[in-house]
């Protein structure tokens, strides 16, 4: 049964560009939640799909969206992008809203310059 | 965001020493789990506990969910060099998502 799968690894984007990251959950993992990782912050929570729909949202500015496809992948995208925003975006699975064991991907490192 | 009160911060040990590090919460939690993160991956679930007062092992790792809901701790028996990493807990309840420590960063001396 093949992981969570995040692509790209690795972005160097620049100022005021925009990034889309992607995430395909385990097979039939249908909640897909996006983190930030920081040093200083740890994991930080961004959102999470389930079913097409976003069903929580962390404390992040609107630039940060995201959305979920019907094969459950899912896309974060980030807009106007700051220095700040370096970072390793996490995507984790869970079979479903409620069951609280959620399986990471290997991230995608982003870096702003 | 809300997070968890994990320590310690970061540890030193030498190869073959014992390890415990715990979270706290103000929070009660249905589920806790324990995470180790390498460098430049992702975190890789390591335990998970479901009962207030389980404890669960995972070879040389056990972890218990406290009697409170509030906190719970790992342990690492006869540490190796590959234990290296950061070790994180999470707190879990219904559909509200994921709480995370910051993390125990461990280093292991040969």
């Known amino acids: 049964k093949a992981g969570v799968t995040q692509t790209p690894r690795y972005l160097i984007k620049t100022r005021g560009q925009q990034v889309t990251l992607s995430c395909s959950p385990i097979?039939?993992?249908?909640?897909v939640s996006w983190y930030q990782q920081t040093p200083g912050q740890g994991l930080q929570f961004l959102f999470e799909?389930?079913?097409?729909?976003?069903?929580n949202k962390g404390n992040f500015p609107g630039r940060f969206s995201g959305r979920q496809f019907s094969n459950s992948r899912s896309e974060m995208n980030v807009s106007t992008l700051e220095l700040g925003d370096s970072a390793l975006y996490l995507c984790?699975?869970?079979?479903?809203?409620?069951?609280?064991?959620?399986?990471f991907g290997q991230g995608t490192r982003l870096t702003v310059v | 965001g809300q997070q968890l009160n994990q320590s310690p911060q970061s540890m030193f040990i030498q190869e073959g020493e014992d390890v415990s590090m715990n979270c706290t919460s103000s929070s009660i939690f249905n589920t806790w789990l324990w995470y180790k993160q390498d460098p430049g991956e992702g975190p890789v679930l390591l335990i998970a506990l479901y009962k207030a007062g389980e404890l669960t092992s995972n070879g040389r790792l056990t972890a218990q969910f406290g009697i409170t809901r509030k906190d719970s701790f790992l342990n690492i028996s006869a540490s190796i060099p590959s234990d290296v990493g950061i070790y994180f807990c999470a707190g879990g309840s219904g559909n509200t998502p994921l709480v995370f420590g910051k993390g125990t960063r461990l280093s292991v001396i040969a």
């Open positions: 799909y389930f079913s097409e729909t976003q069903r």
């Open positions: 097979s039939g993992h249908r909640s």
């Open positions: 984790a699975s869970r079979n479903l809203v409620g069951n609280t064991e959620a399986f």
